[in-house]
């Protein structure tokens, strides 16, 4: 196992403005997401406290002024009590290298081919926003990957240090697992959290605002909030991709039933992982969560990079998500809507208390 104490001491050393308001849960220090049609109000009710401002499509960042000490925290719930769409701007991480979360790494794989594509009758669009997208022989040919915008790609080395960042990889694995289950998928890469598995809600949000027509979204990351609630601002970013858009992100890997989010929004379909037939001991459950797919020794692609060759095992509830996200995605390649598929996935098998469907994956 890691020491947790010394992971957390690592995030926050790289993290110099990262804020822990209490076990699970971190933010940016002196700042707050405000939607844009809030914006006036809360700048008049924080007019005392607030330094500058930077907007953004939907969302702006307001940084409090230090000298003021003012508890982030409190002032959302201020600001929340008016009516207002306000929120800290937490720490999203990819799972599982969360920090305390399971003691996980990737392990050296042998190559495996990908599996020849189903019937295909539409072009489906998967969003993975994630780590970034390294290349790989599964999709290094493929006009979609070749379609990619600069800054996309894996950052593996960002400290330097010789070593393979904590979470590096993390996207290329997970497209690679969609890949498995819908080969003839389009994968659109946005790199929202760094080699070390961290990232913000801002950027998040940015992320989603901007990605346009797609017809899933997978989502491997998430965090706890501060009030176990969810982040209006994320939220108002997923209603905001349409009802046609199918968004899919893992349960996180607590083993707790505090709610992950945004896996718990209503709108997103929430995915634990299984270890055999059984919940996998670290993921997450609760009646949030909508299905469960295998979580644990999951084979996919991944970067070349030391003992790296290009493929990897690894297990997480990250993991679990894509499978689900992959199986929607086959179905709708057929032929059904993406509403059509995902109901279809959900109801493919049997439903157990506190993980939903368990997905029949194959």
Not at 37 to 45: F, G
Request: aromatic content about 6%.
């Amino acid at each position: 196992m890691f020491d947790r104490g010394a992971r957390l001491q690592r995030l926050m050393a790289r993290h110099r403005d990262a804020l822990l308001v209490e076990p699970g849960t971190l933010l940016r220090r002196d700042q707050l997401l405000v939607a844009d049609q809030d914006l006036p109000h809360v700048e008049e009710l924080l007019r005392h406290w607030w330094r500058s401002r930077e907007a953004g499509p939907g969302v702006t960042r307001l940084r409090l002024a230090p000298s003021a000490d003012v508890d982030v925290c409190e002032a959302s719930l201020l600001a929340r009590a008016r009516g207002l769409s306000v929120g800290p701007n937490h720490l999203v991480y990819g799972q599982p290298m969360w920090w305390a979360g399971p003691a996980d790494r990737p392990r050296p794989a042998r190559p495996v081919p990908l599996p020849r594509s189903g019937p295909v009758r539409r072009e489906v669009t998967v969003a993975v926003l994630d780590t970034g997208l390294d290349p790989h022989p599964w999709y290094a040919a493929a006009d979609w990957f070749a379609d990619q915008r600069g800054g996309v790609g894996e950052m593996l080395d960002a400290d330097l240090d010789h070593a393979l960042d904590a979470q590096a990889g993390h996207g290329t694995f997970v497209a690679g697992v969609v890949l498995r289950y819908a080969p003839s998928a389009r994968i659109l890469a946005r790199r929202v959290i760094g080699g070390d598995g961290v990232g913000d809600e801002l950027t998040l949000i940015r992320a989603l605002r901007g990605l346009g027509r797609v017809d899933l979204v997978n989502l491997s990351l998430g965090c706890h909030t501060f009030d176990d609630r969810p982040s209006p601002l994320v939220e108002q970013a997923v209603d905001a991709l349409g009802p046609d858009t199918v968004v899919v992100a893992c349960a996180g890997n607590t083993a707790a039933d505090r709610p992950f989010w945004p896996a718990a929004l209503p709108r997103v379909i929430a995915v634990a992982a299984l270890d055999g037939d059984r919940r996998a001991w670290f993921s997450n459950h609760g009646p949030w969560v909508d299905a469960c797919a295998p979580g644990v020794a999951v084979h996919s692609s991944f970067v070349r990079f030391g003992e790296f060759d290009g493929y990897a095992l690894w297990s997480g509830t990250s993991f679990a998500a894509p499978a689900v996200t992959g199986a929607i995605a086959a179905r709708a390649a057929a032929g059904e809507t993406n509403t059509e598929a995902a109901s279809t996935v959900l109801a493919s098998g049997p439903a157990r208390p506190g993980l939903g469907t368990i997905i029949a994956i194959g």
